[in-house]
């Protein structure tokens, strides 16, 4: 039962660099959402989608972008990569109320 | 601006005994509340659910408490176990005008277990 899978587990970049992460579910959810969490703090949403081809803005949005090309996939994009967005990224899908959150990626900006 | 908050950044207790965790919520349209495990090095896992027209709810050795006058929700853990220890976030449910279910999460307790 994989669930909700999430690549790359971690990743370090320079300051300005950008790259993709990905989340994959096996779950036909068609909700699909981008968390961030830093220390000492709860998860804070970045991005949604409620199905294919749609993407919402969350609580944190800035820098980030966000698709959904297929049910299954939400990718989230940092085109320049800041000190700031060192963190864990969380990915979770639901078809309800009820969210079902990957293993996440740590990611360090230098 | 509305958020859910935890009471304590920590909580220690023995082995065998019980735990009670608690977290306050603010937004008093939110109707549903989850709250979640999270291991080390690992994503939130679901432990259990209420309803707001609920006051209370058991699943295995856990047991969720909501009061809706004082905006207070609880988590009890029966008989704590070693492998009981992580952090336990409360999350608050929100609809968005698109149909998603966002969740609200408050800042967590790390919930120590002393042998």
């Known amino acids: 039962n994989a669930g909700v899978t999430q690549t790359p587990k971690f990743r370090v970049l320079k300051t300005g660099q950008s790259m993709t992460l990905l989340c994959a579910q096996d779950?036909?959810?068609?909700?699909m959402y981008w968390y961030r969490q830093d220390p000492g703090m709860g998860l804070r949403l970045i991005h949604y989608?409620?199905?294919?081809?749609?993407?919402a803005k969350g609580e944190v949005p800035d820098g980030y972008n966000v698709s959904r090309l297929k049910k299954q996939n939400f990718l989230l994009g940092l085109e320049s990569a800041a000190p700031s967005q060192t963190s864990v990224y969380f990915c979770?899908?639901?078809?309800?109320?009820?969210?079902?959150f990957g293993a996440g990626t740590r990611l360090s900006v230098l | 601006g509305e958020s859910v908050g935890l009471h304590l950044p920590t909580l220690s207790v023995q082995e065998g005994d019980n735990s009670i965790i608690n977290c306050a919520y603010s937004?008093?349209?939110?109707?549903?509340f989850i709250w979640y495990k999270q291991e080390s090095g690992k994503g939130p896992q679901f432990i259990i659910d209420?309803?707001?027209?609920?006051d209370k709810r058991q699943g295995q050795r856990v047991t969720v408490l909501l009061n809706k006058t004082v905006k207070h929700l609880s988590l009890q853990i029966a008989a704590t176990q070693p492998g009981d220890s992580a952090v336990y976030f409360c999350?608050?449910?929100?609809?968005?005008?698109?149909?998603?279910?966002?969740?609200?999460f408050g800042k967590g307790t790390h919930l120590i277990i002393q042998p």
């Open positions: 979770a899908s639901s078809y309800s109320r009820l969210q079902y």
């Open positions: 779950m036909n959810h068609e909700y």
């Open positions: 989608s409620v199905g294919e081809g749609t993407t």
């Open positions: 937004n008093s349209a939110s109707d549903y």
């Open positions: 209420i309803r707001s027209n609920m």
């Open positions: 999350a608050e449910n929100w609809q968005s005008g698109g149909g998603a279910d966002g969740l609200t």
